[in-house]
């Protein structure tokens, strides 16, 4: 990985967590955003999938807050990453598509100088009036599914090797895996469960599901090379093409489990689910990943 390029963080840089980093300044113009993408948020020099679309879902919660207040959380975003963001000043627009009494949908698109980079769809809905209509409930599941190994059952343990100098935004989070898995797979099965929390110890809101849904070690390393060191060789970049992620619950949360299965990989191109519980286990986050293997030094490409 000596070839590769990692961002520079001088004496004086500013770290974040993620709501400074996510954080948009409203212009003159109604709908339309500045912000800037930031170092520490990235893999390697481009910002972090997950963390781009925590940006989208907080540009379009601050719209909803000022705008449509009675709608305040985003239970549903379906966002495409057509061009390759980088570190630095972006603009930002939210345009209303359809504000409904119960469900509202806009579409947020986030330009970095001439380039469109990102398109989503945005559904914001209220949590607290959807639990007062008393609408519709399905009937207790007994026994409850289990989505992932229970919290007391793993162990904390930060992820080495595997790339994670070139995973920068990594750090961002404490991790506990289920104990006798490496860094919560078995093998090379294309699945992992892991426990997540802020290593900054703030809560989790519902916006940063979207970093959140987004941030594990990808799956396809299982099945790279063995260096002589026994870790695996990191040759390869994942980036997102295509996210969904579907809220269910408000939140806060403390510690998050998450667990990750790719469904099929073909010809360099991987369908991904991701369950995310809170710690009683309770589902409170969907999400479907569109990503893609390319060859690690196209992580140093220009815009």
Known sequence: MSDIMLPKFPKDFKYRNLAEATEVTETAEKGVYTGSLHADWCIGVVPHGGYLTSVLLNASATYFNKYHADQPDAIHISQTFSTRCSIGPFRLTVVPIKIGRQYSFVRVELFQGKHLCLTAVVTHASFAQEAASKGLNGPEMVPKPRY?????????????????????????????????TVYGSRGNELRREQWVSFADGKDIMPTDLGMISDMFIPLPINLAPLSPNGERMVTSWYPTLWLSLEVKKPGPWRWVGVFVEIKKLENGRSDIEVIITDEKGELIGLSRHLAIVVSIARNNAKL
């Open 148 to 180: 992932i190994t229970p919290f007391e059952e793993c162990e904390g343990q930060e992820p080495k090797g595997r790339g994670a100098d070139f995973r920068v935004a990594e750090k961002k989070l404490n991790y506990r895996f289920p104990k006798g």
